[in-house]
T-cell receptor
Framework: GIQVEQSPPDLILQEGANSTLRCNFS?????LQWFHQNPWGQLINLFY???GTKQNGRLSATTVATERYSLLYISSSQTTDSGVYFC???????????FGAGTTVTVRA | EAQVTQNPRYLITVTGKKLTVTCSQN?????MSWYRQDPGLGLRQIYY???????DKGDVPEGYKVSRKEKRNFPLILESPSPNQTSLYFC???????????FGSGTRLTVV
């Protein structure tokens, strides 16, 4: 299956700081999503982004499919941004999402 | 509101007592799947369904059953739960495979 590596594994931010999370994947994909898992365990879909750039408020994401990586940007972080961020990909012949191990983000007031 | 609904959210049960976790989506999605999340192991697919009456095994199907009699529903059945099935379970749906997935809120299952 496709290997997904996320970095860094942990990130501690002061409120208001900006950050970049990275996702590398080992094969070509036709689906890439970023999720936020909140402290209650819910998986919130942030972006469906197999290629290109998208923005949603303070969050934006870029996927460079030819180089097999994606970046998630958090700007002006808030305490509510805390949680685990997952990158997940799906290959052309797969019928499942392969998840990375996640980046745990802690935003301190 | 477009959503995937799982029930129950929390469940504590005893070894061997059959249980069903329900999953329903209101988006007319063809594709549905189940995942479990465990510390250190991440999220792994249990079963998936491409359409009504079409189901297939994922990476960790042992000890689970599914059915897809209607497009909107995809229940997960544990015929004889064991403590190693204690986990956080997620149902997901997509318009087809290879499109964006919507996840349910999760079911936290404890088997004692």
């Amino acid at each position: 299956g496709i290997q997904v590596e996320q970095s860094p594994p942990d990130l501690i931010l002061q409120e208001g700081a900006n950050s970049t999370l990275r996702c590398n994947f080992s094969d070509s994909v036709n689906n890439l999503q970023w999720f936020h898992q909140n402290p209650w365990g819910q998986l919130i879909n942030l972006f469906y982004i197999p290629s290109g750039t998208k923005q949603n408020g303070r969050l934006s994401a870029t996927t460079v499919a030819t180089e097999r990586y994606s970046l998630l940007y958090i700007s002006s972080s808030q305490t509510t941004d805390s949680g685990v961020y997952f990158c997940a990909v799906e290959g052309w012949d797969d019928y499942k999402l392969s998840f990375g191990a996640g980046t745990t983000v802690t935003v301190r007031a | 509101e477009a959503q995937v609904t799982q029930n129950p959210r929390y469940l504590i049960t005893v070894t061997g007592k059959k249980l069903t976790v329900t999953c329903s989506q209101n988006m007319n999605h063809e594709y549905m799947s189940w995942y479990r999340q465990d510390p250190g192991l991440g999220l792994r697919q249990i079963y998936y369904s491409m359409n009504v009456e079409v189901t297939d095994k994922g990476d960790v199907p042992e000890g689970y059953k599914v059915s897809r009699k209607e497009k909107r529903n995809f229940p997960l059945i544990l015929e004889s739960p064991s403590p190693n099935q204690t986990s956080l379970y997620f149902c997901a749906s997509s318009l087809e495979g290879n499109y964006g997935y919507t996840f349910g809120s999760g079911t936290r299952l404890t088997v004692v």
